[in-house]
């Protein structure tokens, strides 16, 4: 062999593993853009709040912000814990545990069938908010949240648009794993 052909042999190796990936990350391409989407709004809403509203200190009480009188504020709230505030306080903890979702469901995302078009959505719109609020936890040391909902007495824990991902995913995955179970 030539020294030109021993000196391009290595570069076309590098081209065949290139493409191999850009072929995988392709069939996995609208997970990726939605959960790019999930995570964009959730952070510019989220980057919205903490410029606008006072995160209040103890004591102070929530400033809301009144979109519909009696049922939807918003707020601006830290939330160390998961959802409902379970586990307050281990926010380090749930960010590690978040990170080890998102790697789990790369490794079995074949197991998932993440390939379907179905499960992209689902699994888009999870991973997307679990990346939202484990930016959160890295940058604040907490998730921000500021959906503020009322139903009469009752005032549901305030959420994001990650945590609305997280459930809206979750339940369209179980609602289309019992609809056609495989």
Known sequence: MTPRADASAPQSKIDNQKSKISIRLLAYRRLLVIALIVLAADQLTKIAIVANLPFPTYGEGRGAITVIRNF????????????????????????????????????????????????????????????????????????????????????????????????????LYLWHSLREPK
Not at 83 to 101: E, K, P, R
Not at 128 to 135: K, L, P, T
């Open 72 to 171: 939807f504020y918003l707020v601006h709230v830290g939330n160390t814990g998961a959802a409902w505030s379970m586990f307050s306080g281990q926010s380090v903890l749930l960010a590690i545990l978040a990170l080890a979702t998102l790697v789990a469901i790369f490794i079995w995302r074949d197991a998932l069938a993440l390939r379907e078009r179905r499960s992209q959505l689902c699994f888009g719109l999870l991973c997307g908010g679990i990346a939202g609020n484990v930016v959160d936890r890295l940058r604040y040391g907490h998730v921000v949240d500021f959906i503020d909902l009322h139903f009469g007495s009752y005032v549901y824990p305030s959420f994001n648009v990650a945590d609305s991902g997280i459930c809206i995913g979750v339940i």
